[in-house]
């Protein structure tokens, strides 16, 4: 993609009222950039945007992720507002902290319904543009815990293990079309995402996982001091789209390279492990 420099590039980004989203929306408005900012509640956005951002260039969408219909409507606003679109923002999701054994039927469909189905409904809606026009980027912002996994999270993690594979596989379809993939995984940043207010915890616990229930009291207590800066990681991220290029994940915090370095020594190491036996279910050579 040639990301434009004659016109403002057009933006859609979901998950918006907070967080990295939030603070993508700002500096591409401050940039002159075209937003169609997704939330659940555009009032709950323009709060939190406030009276010192120009907000000429937005276009403020409330959008259920989960339901195509909606997602299609959003997208068909933006091009007809904008006149097209650049790049799409992948950026909603929460936390949730439980034991797997924990977890009820209904916090797994809630998870993977933003996750996971909310990407895929924006994607089927956006494609057809970019591949009809040749060219665009898809930012899907995953996390470090999507690359490895730690006790407590496993729910999350499932979402973004599964957005991961998705991207991957997205990346290699769509790079002949001129369409290019990135991965985000930030470490912890200092946002909202383990607040009480948005990190989600289950209705029932049992008294078997202790560590995880300090788990939950240290996670509280580390809010506010997070490593990452979310200015900082908001412009990397726009940096890096309007470069055009760069790997394909992005890894954003010293902590998640640390984490991220350590889960390919633990899979070199198990790969080594298992060289000589691995081949032992291969039918016998020709």
């Known amino acids: 993609m040639s990301f434009p420099t004659e016109r403002p590039a057009v933006w859609f980004v979901t998950g918006t009222s907070r967080g990295l989203g939030l603070e993508l929306v700002k500096q591409l408005l401050e940039r002159g950039e075209h937003v169609a900012a997704t939330t659940r509640s555009s009032e709950r956005l323009l709060a939190a945007l406030g009276d010192g951002v120009d907000t000429t260039g937005l276009l403020p969408l409330t959008v259920d992720l989960r339901d195509e219909a909606s997602v299609e409507r959003a997208v068909r606003e933006t091009t007809k507002r904008f006149g097209g679109l650049d790049v799409v923002v992948n950026n909603a999701g929460y936390g949730y902290l439980a034991a797997v054994e924990e977890t009820s039927d209904r916090d797994v469909r809630d998870m993977l319904d933003v996750q996971v189905v909310g990407v895929w409904n924006v994607l089927r809606a956006a494609l057809p543009v970019l591949r009809?026009?040749?060219?665009?980027?898809?930012?899907?912002?995953?996390?470090?815990l999507g690359l490895t996994a730690v006790p407590g999270w496993g729910l999350y993690c499932a979402g973004k293990f599964a957005l991961e594979g998705l991207s991957e596989a997205l990346a290699a379809e769509v790079a002949d079309f001129g369409i290019k993939v990135t991965i985000v995984e930030p470490g912890y940043f200092r946002t909202e995402f383990l607040t009480e207010d948005s990190i989600a915890l289950p209705a029932e616990t049992t008294p078997h996982y202790p560590a995880i229930r300090q788990m939950v009291v240290d996670h509280l207590k580390l809010q506010g001091h997070q490593?990452?800066?979310?200015?900082?990681?908001?412009?990397?991220?726009?940096?890096?789209v309007r470069a055009g290029k760069g790997p394909l994940r992005q890894l954003l915090g010293s902590d998640a390279h640390a984490y991220a370095t350590a889960k390919v020594?633990?899979?070199r190491a198990n790969l080594d492990a298992t060289a000589l036996t691995a081949p032992s279910t291969d039918f016998p050579s020709a």
Do not use: C
Request: charged share 20%; hydrophobic share 40%.
């Open 227 to 240: 490593l990452g800066d979310p200015e900082k990681g908001a412009a990397a991220i726009i940096d890096q």
């Open 265 to 267: 020594e633990a899979l």
């Open 132 to 144: 009809e026009q040749h060219g665009g980027h898809i930012v899907n912002v995953s996390s470090i």
